[in-house]
């Protein structure tokens, strides 16, 4: 993997990765650009807790473009966008429209793939490869930052989720604090190690393991499994077999094996209500131990890959039970998706 540092015409940070040392990225932004000015703000509630990140001016961001005006195409024919280069492998960028900057913390935008009409799952294995390779570098690199405390990398597809963006593309949010459900994660992986001596995220992908019945696949390095307590109505967690706080651990099996299991499991996903609705809404999320937090030693990367549609053509809400009190009612047992998802395997 080559990796070319360059700088967008606002000042924000670009950075090419390639599959090929020989590449030259050279290409300058040539858009005329005035420095960005952000009012991200971070506020405490005190009821509950938590953190909520005040943007306002992410009321201005590009909101569903034509497709010939995506910003997170190459710039070709007289058109400048967000990636100067005419191709690319693989892009991340500071985010021009940030929740989360400054002494808030950062936000970058991955482009998986210069092709506008492509998805994740389209992708070979060398390109997916390359992804994680790229999420890997971008987790060492923000560790590094002082204010930030977790790394978040992750994927919204479709626009039931909520994208504005048709491109291919992910996001990496680096928090200045714990993230909620982390910190409940570490507080239940803390009681588990008092009660038992043992680490509660073992324990999970033990007794799934054993079960069997949720399931989805298994290989040498790698389990996929939807939870006993699923909150959504098809939801993957796949963990590496070998447990480790975050994706700079993952050993050289893991890694040459993610691309595969990865790729059928969005594939999967795709074939989940049939050919006629054959690209599922889903959010993909990489969990990974915060930085410097009292158990982060108890913690394990896994990532956790979710749809909000529940049948064919119809959507999952967050409605009174689980928007008002966080009480998620899931209308898909977790057996009966996990069989589903076995059904739907490649040939």
């Known amino acids: 993997m080559k990796k070319t540092v360059t700088t967008l015409a606002d000042g924000r940070e670009l ?9 030259v990225r050279d290409a300058v932004d040539a858009r005329p650009l005035g420095r960005v000015a ?14 909520v990140a005040i943007a306002s001016h992410r009321q201005e961001r590009t909101y569903h473009p034509p497709a010939d005006e995506c910003p997170l195409d190459p710039s070709r024919d007289g058109r400048h966008t967000e990636i100067p280069d005419a191709d690319y492998d693989v892009v991340v960028f500071e985010n021009r429209f940030p929740s989360l900057s400054g002494d808030s913390g950062r936000c970058e935008v991955v482009c998986f793939t210069s092709d506008h009409d492509a998805s994740f799952a389209d992708l070979d294995e060398e390109q997916a490869g390359l992804v994680l390779d790229v999420w890997t570098d971008r987790t060492a690199e923000l560790a590094e930052l002082p204010q930030v405390e ?31 459900r982390t910190a409940l994660m570490l507080r239940s992986a803390a009681e588990h190690r008092a009660s038992t001596g043992r680490n509660l995220f073992e324990d999970v992908v033990a007794r799934e393991r054993a079960d069997g019945e949720r399931i989805v696949l298994e290989t040498e390095h790698w389990t996929a499994f939807v939870p006993y307590a699923a909150h959504w109505p098809y939801e993957v967690h796949l963990h590496p077999r070998r447990r480790v706080a975050d994706l700079r651990g993952l050993d050289d099996g893991a890694r040459a094996e993610f691309p595969r299991v990865y790729l059928e499991l969005l594939r999967r996903f795709d074939r989940i209500f049939g050919p006629d609705q054959p690209r599922t809404p889903y959010i993909s999320a990489w969990h990974q131990a915060p ?8 913690y394990a990367l896994h990532l956790e890959l979710f749809t909000i549609r529940r049948t064919s053509g119809k959507l999952k809400y967050l409605a009174g039970s ?21 059904e739907v395997a490649s040939e």
């Open 15 to 23: 950075i090419y990765y390639d599959r090929r040392d020989d590449v």
């Open 291 to 298: 930085l410097r937090a009292l158990g982060r030693e108890e």
């Open 150 to 180: 977790q790394v978040f990398p992750f994927e919204n597809r479709g626009e039931e989720i909520g994208v504005t963006l048709a491109h291919p593309h992910g996001q990496i949010y680096a928090y200045p604090f714990v993230t909620p």
């Open 322 to 342: 689980e928007s008002g009190m966080s009480v998620f009612i899931n209308d898909v047992p977790p057996e009966a998706a996990a069989a589903r998802l076995r």
């Open 38 to 51: 952000t009012s991200s703000e971070v506020r405490h509630d005190p009821l509950l807790g938590d953190a």
